[in-house]
């Protein structure tokens, strides 16, 4: 055995070894109980940061302390190799996104290798191959025949310089990334995925998702929201039509003063018609963003219609008003408007002098007053006719109901959920597979004719799409009359390849989109990523496995039935990033170090879910501690240690604190790695048992195999978290299998027994004695071997005792 700890020579040869050997390559068993784990796959932007290397590490120790605990591992790794980065590289290199994404890979690919991850590389995808893609375009078209796709118009942010959509990462402050100019939402037709048809679905099998964390599965069912309320009608005497608005708070009805409509909705075009006023108000509104966070926070602002309505119950009439707080896209692109009870319609009757009428009062008499801000509590009805009295639980039933009889209105459940556009016009994406034909109309390309590949000819130079220029691209045959008709030139969303991945993975050489493998290894039992995909990523990913499985496609109803939502990493309090320069490349790390030392200092750092403060000398620390380690081995094989066989039955009291050490230890972490997911807690404590080692001396044949024993243990415990060092003395400790073969050590419940225990006793409270007895001795025994130790009996001899207290495992107190 080497004398010293060098790990890159180690970390090669065990690398090459795992190659050659195939082991992390894994197919079905019908005898082995399967464990699919997952890490969020990586986009391939040049090199790993150290969030990669966390969150990458995290999903190896799972995975091969999984494959210890005698399960069929699996353990893949690919690229979501689409998106603007790619473009963008494009234009700023002039190297063609596609030679910009595989460079990456090889890198990326060749970075996790030197980090020892244990995947099957053979499952290997990346997203941009027409291999992959292709079974997206089939998918989607599967989707078309059944209608959970259509195409509809939605408004997209236009410069109006370079004539080209802009993504949303590419509007800053609303001005156009190259040029600067401001931007402008434009109208286009757009294709859509009916998510929506899956919300109930979405949101109540989210209670099925036991390992997930609560604040992923609450942040899942906001974004749902669904809402309970009611759809009504308020006559409009000077338009054919009723405004239809919808509310969660039909109690307030009687506190309505204005009704608001958003300003594309068709009453405000008709206001509109002959006023410039209100023209250049819903001009003005084009041009506002149109994110909900961006709803929450700006001015809110409107312009009277000029039109009135009648109100369903009194019939008074009330103004109509244009808004630019009301969306469109949500409930009916109308309101009523209680400015006494909701915010925003505080805030904005207050602006415009519009009146404000309390009908909802404090339950229980506590403070109910809006003259500084809406009163937004539920309470009870006042100045609301017949409703006065109600709570507003009643009032909702009683109102709608009445709405209802008189036809007035309906009870409604609405989801905020929108369905998902996966338009986008960008080069570096799947093409959707659709043709338009004049005469035919919208058609699907022929499955015979999938993939529809991405052209590598094209310019791109940020001016309009490079597939709409592109000069032979979008010129096809209809595929029904044969005549000269249209492809589709815009690409998929890349969340479209990101959601239905992890099930590629498991039938990754299928010849269809997925084969029986899917069946086998999904659900993916744990999952690990970042908490930035807590909400869309997971959302499509459950959505895709429903839309899969009703496909037949797969089995599962959850595509990950546990997941693990790594914490960030950061630099000197704040996050690391490129933007911030404050990064550390593990790559000079590994050259340093080795990848061991890299992964063991993120695992130790801190638990998994919380956030990670880099420290270059813990770092340094976890290198130390590998050196010890090394050195305790060395030295114990340097005295001709790994030879001889215990015997448990001639212990002395030295080597028995080491062994129950040893398995304690074993059963501290198996709890730790298998059932709380912690690991910090996990390699302190083989440290402390390093630590104890290094202190037991003893060199008798049964010391010799306890240190053997000993050091086997913390081998194979540390084995998932650096699995290479281990490798290597797993072999120095005499073994021939390799280590990733090896099971999980078992506790020998033997070695925790303690035969004897040492209590303390107090006399009166005063601490005065230590008497050691045997573990299994009864209260009475203590009692009786308390009252007969010398120390005490000195300061009670010739005394009454009143009581004796025995504390198990701690404790007599006698009390004189
Ligand atoms: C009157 C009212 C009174 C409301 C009150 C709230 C409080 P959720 O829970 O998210 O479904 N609303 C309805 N459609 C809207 C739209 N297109 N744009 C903006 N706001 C809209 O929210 C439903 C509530 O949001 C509805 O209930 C409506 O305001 C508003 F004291 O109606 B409410
Ligand atoms: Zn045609």
């Not at 290397?53 to 979501?80: A, C, E, F, H």
């Not at 809402?227 to 506190?255: A, H, K, N, W």
């Not at 991945?501 to 039992?525: C, G, H, I, N, T």
Request: hydrophobic share 40%; glycine share 6%; with cysteine.
């Amino acid at each position: 055995m080497q004398e010293n700890y060098q790990p890159l020579s180690i970390e090669q040869d065990v690398q090459a070894a795992w190659e050659t050997s195939g082991v992390f390559n894994v197919s079905e068993s019908s005898t082995q109980e399967k464990y699919y784990c997952l890490s969020m796959f990586p986009y391939p932007s040049g090199r790993l940061h150290m969030g990669h290397v966390r969150n990458y590490t995290i999903g190896d120790v799972i995975s091969r302390y999984q494959r210890m605990l005698g399960k069929n591992v699996m353990q893949p790794m690919g690229w979501d190799a689409f998106g603007l980065p790619a473009e963008n590289a494009a234009m700023q290199h002039g190297v063609h996104p596609a030679d910009w994404t595989y460079q990456n890979i090889d890198y990326m690919r060749d970075q996790l290798k030197q980090l020892g991850f244990g995947y099957d590389w053979s499952r290997e995808v990346a997203t941009c191959d027409p291999d992959y893609y292709k079974w997206e375009q089939w998918f989607f078209l599967k989707l078309l025949e059944k209608g959970l796709v259509y195409k509809k118009t939605a408004p997209v942010n236009w410069c109006p310089n370079d004539m080209t959509v802009l993504a949303n990462e590419q509007v800053i402050d609303g001005c156009c990334w190259r040029c600067d100019t401001k931007v402008e939402r434009k109208e286009i037709a757009q294709w859509f995925l009916k998510i929506t048809a899956y919300a109930d679905e979405l949101l109540t099998s989210l209670e099925t998702l036991d390992g997930w964390p609560e604040q992923v599965k609450t942040m899942q069912a906001n974004w749902i929201g669904r809402s309970e309320g009611v759809e009504m009608d308020f006559q409009v005497p000077e338009l054919s039509q009723p405004l239809r608005i919808y509310t969660t708070r039909p109690d307030t009805l009687m506190g309505v003063t204005y009704l608001a409509v958003a300003a594309e909705h068709p009453l405000a075009l008709k206001a509109s018609e002959g006023n410039p006023a209100i023209s250049s108000f819903i001009e003005e509104c084009k041009t506002m963003e149109t994110s909900e966070a961006a709803m929450e926070t700006m001015e809110k602002r409107g312009i009277d219609s000029g039109i009135k309505a009648l109100h369903p119950i009194t019939g008074d009439s009330v103004p109509v008003w244009i808004a630019n707080f009301v969306l469109m896209g949500y409930g009916t692109g109308a309101v009523m408007a209680v400015p006494a009870h909701d915010q925003r319609d505080y805030e904005f009757a207050n602006k415009y002098g519009i009146a404000i009428k309390q009908v909802i009062f404090s339950k229980d008499g506590g403070a109910d007053d809006c003259s500084e801000q809406a009163y937004t509590t539920k309470g009870i009805l006042g100045h609301s006719g017949e409703f006065d009295g109600l709570t507003s639980e009643q009032a909702f039933v009683s109102i709608s109901e009445a709405l209802e009889n008189a036809e007035k209105g309906i009870r409604k459940v609405n989801f905020r959920l929108r369905d998902w556009g996966v338009s986008r016009q960008r080069y570096w994406g799947a093409p959707i597979p659709v043709i338009y034909c004049d005469d035919c109309g919208t058609l699907p390309v022929p499955e015979k004719d999938l993939p529809v590949t991405l052209p590598r000819d094209v310019v791109l130079d940020g001016s309009q799409s490079p597939l709409v220029a592109h000069p032979t691209f979008s010129k096809v045959d209809c595929p029904c009359c044969g005549k000269p008709a249209r492809r589709e030139t815009d690409t998929f969303d890349t969340f479209m390849e990101s959601s239905w991945y992890f099930a590629r993975f498991a039938s990754s050489k299928a010849e269809s989109m997925l084969d029986e493998s899917a069946k086998y290894w999904l659900p993916v039992d744990h999952y690990i990523g970042g908490i930035e995909h807590a909400i869309l990523h997971l959302l499509y990913a459950r959505f895709y496995t429903k839309l899969l499985r009703d496909e037949g496609l797969v089995v599962c109803d959850e595509p990950f039935k546990r997941l693990l939502t790594q914490g960030m990493v950061l630099k000197d309090g704040s996050k690391m990033s490129k933007s911030k320069g404050n990064t550390v490349d593990p790559q000079e790390l590994i050259a340093q170090y080795g990848a061991d030392t890299v992964r063991l200092f993120v695992m130790f750092a801190a638990p998994p879910e919380q956030s990670l403060e880099w420290s270059d000398s813990g770092v340094e620390g976890a290198f130390r501690f590998l050196k010890r380690l090394w050195r305790q081995a060395y030295l114990h094989n340097e005295a001709g240690g790994s030879s001889v066989a215990l015997d448990k039955s001639t212990l002395t009291e030295e080597q028995q604190a080491v062994r129950r050490q040893v398995h304690q230890t074993l059963q501290k972490v198996t709890h730790d790695m298998g059932v709380r997911i912690i690991f910090n807690t996990a390699i302190a404590a083989n440290m402390e048992l390093v630590n104890t080692l290094t202190k037991f001396t003893d060199d008798s044949d049964n010391g010799k195999a306890v240190r053997q024993e000993a050091l086997e243990a913390i081998v194979l415990m540390l084995a998932p978290i650096v699995p290479h060092i281990c490798h290597q003395l797993w072999l120095e400790l005499g073994h021939h299998e390799a280590l990733v073969t090896a099971s999980w050590p078992q506790v020998d419940e033997s070695a925790l027994e303690q035969d004897s225990i040492e209590l303390v006793i107090q006399i009166n409270g005063k601490l005065r004695s230590k008497i050691s007895v045997s573990a299994q001795a009864t209260s009475e025994e203590i009692q009786a071997l308390a009252l007969n130790d010398e120390q005490a009996i000195r300061f009670i001899e010739g005394k009454t005792i009143r009581k004796v207290i025995v504390v198990p495992n701690k404790l007599i107190n006698i009390v004189v």
